[in-house]
């Protein structure tokens, strides 16, 4: 449908030009923590990127609306590439670790967010026609669960045949080259001054309560990534197998990815809530999982599977919700928000997962995967529904 509406040059680039938004934190991880000989300084210097991407994505977002796509996105890609770079640059010379956070938080800011740009400009090329709009959401959903699946994947391989310095280099020639020609794309929205933005939903007030109750289900599947990254890296170093780290969290995306394809034939009888409530549940049965995991690298990398399946329809109906509830030109900077959401609560999870690990074992870090999985189930159980969630609900109610 994608390739429909703008032929598929376009579609590569957005593929591509995510793949660094994947790649960079388990590669921060893995370099800092190879390089400083601790879990806890890779996790201090992630979760700077991780904040930084969070606080940074609304605002790159805001921008792309107000200011169009093409131009914003030239400067984050150039900008995050160069990050990229520096940070590499400084872990490998061993200097003080505030340069590497300062690095880090600057790779964050800088993020392009082809991810969520590509969403709002497939919207606004469907024109708002609801097939065309689940089609294309669907689609692009699938794609991120790719990247998803890729980008650690990739980090892991490279890690393993030569360092995680590569990994992120190569993340940020993929940022300079494809995200920037993904900005520079003919269909990259123009943007819409906020002046001069006509009726009620386009220029409705962004926070309402559906779309704050996306926001905090994004935050509580961000603190699952978090951890569970923390949680993989700690076990596969306590197992003997570092390297291994990249490849087992890559395989979380790929089972997230088969999910993403299965959810798309689904019926439509199965509404997006529902498919929401769905995924929460098999979220917290995986992260049950996830407790047992310290046995070994096989039954580690089960389980990462079995909590990938659970993530890629969540993902999708999220996206999915968020374009009946927020206004039609403010859509690039509410997803952009929404994965600010997730990356801060990430960073949050990094964070304690990494205390957890330090101060007692490997597997600490999966308690606060359950955790969070078991405030996801609880929240989606109790809100997500058909008529909180109705097309076109009204900003507010």
Known sequence: MAKQLTGGRVLLWSSLGRLPAAMSPIGTLLLVSRNSGSVWSGSLVAG??????????PVVGRLADRRGQRT??????????????????????????????ASAALTGLSVPLVGPLSRSRWVRLAAGAPEPTSAVLALDGIVDEV??????????????????????????????????????????APGVPAPSRPGSRAAGRLPSTPYVLL????????????????GVTA?????????AAGLVYGFMGCTSSLAGVAT????????????????????????????????????????IGFLGIAVAPQIIAVFGLVERTVPAARLGEA??????????AQSAGTFLAGWAVEHFAPAASFAVTAAAAAAALALTACTATERRYHRRAAPGS
């Open 72 to 101: 914003v996105g030239l400067v984050a890609a150039l900008v995050n590439a160069a990050a990229l770079v520096a940070l590499v640059a400084v872990s490998e010379r061993g200097p003080a670790l505030g340069w590497q956070v």
């Open 335 to 344: 997803m952009a928000a929404l994965v600010s959401a997730l990356i801060l």
């Open 215 to 230: 926001l905090a289900g994004m935050a509580l599947l961000g603190a699952c990534f978090g951890s569970v990254q923390v």
């Open 147 to 188: 990247g998803f699946t890729a980008g650690p994947a990739l980090v892991g391989l490279l890690a393993t045949a030569a360092s995680p310095a590569v990994g992120l280099l190569t993340a940020a020639g993929l940022s300079g080259v494809c995200a920037t020609l993904f900005a520079l794309h003919p269909t990259a």
């Open 48 to 57: 700077a990127l991780a904040a930084g991407q969070a606080l940074g994505g």
């Open 264 to 303: 798309a034939s689904l019926p439509a009888r199965w509404g997006l809530p529902q498919r929401l409530r769905a995924g929460s549940a098999l979220l917290f049965g995986a992260s049950c999982l996830l407790l047992l995991a310290d046995g070994g690298l096989a039954l580690l990398t089960a389980a």
């Open 235 to 243: 076990t596969t170093e306590a197992l003997g197998r570092p390297g």
